[in-house]
Nanobody, 115 residues
Framework: QVQLEEAGGGLVQPGGSLQLSCVSS????????RAWYRQAPGKQRELVAA???????SYADSVKGRFTIAKDNARRTLYLQMNSLKPEDTSVYYC?????????WGSGTQVTVSS
């Protein structure tokens, strides 16, 4: 079992920045993939960014060049640095970890980009 807790969401003006964090606990040995998803009201959940155990990263086209995913294994923390935020980035952001073919999810953190 893996428990995940996100933090760092909030209200930010367009063009601003936020850093999300996701702390994991429990049986975390062997996690092969960590990722951030987001879901806006009335829309499907979409992949934002992912990072493998080998630190390979991938991003949705809509966030490339603006968002950066990173992990700190010692702190068991996954990060998402979000810069140049746009109103369309407004969503609930979820972190997920994959361990032994099972995906674990946090409860999400709200990000609102508005003036």
């Amino acid at each position: 079992q893996v428990q995940l807790e996100e933090a760092g969401g909030g209200l930010v003006q367009p063009g601003g920045s936020l850093q999300l964090s996701c702390v994991s606990s429990g049986d975390t040995f062997g996690i092969v993939l960590r990722a951030w998803y987001r879901q806006a009201p009335g829309k499907q959940r979409e992949l934002v960014a992912a990072i493998s155990s080998g630190r390979s990263t991938s991003y949705a086209d809509s966030v490339k060049g603006r968002f950066t995913i990173a992990k700190d294994n010692a702190r068991r923390t996954l990060y998402l640095q979000m810069n140049s935020l746009k109103p369309e980035d407004t969503s609930v952001y979820y972190c997920t970890h994959r361990l032994r073919s099972q995906d674990y999810w946090g409860s999400g953190t709200q990000v609102t980009v508005s003036s």
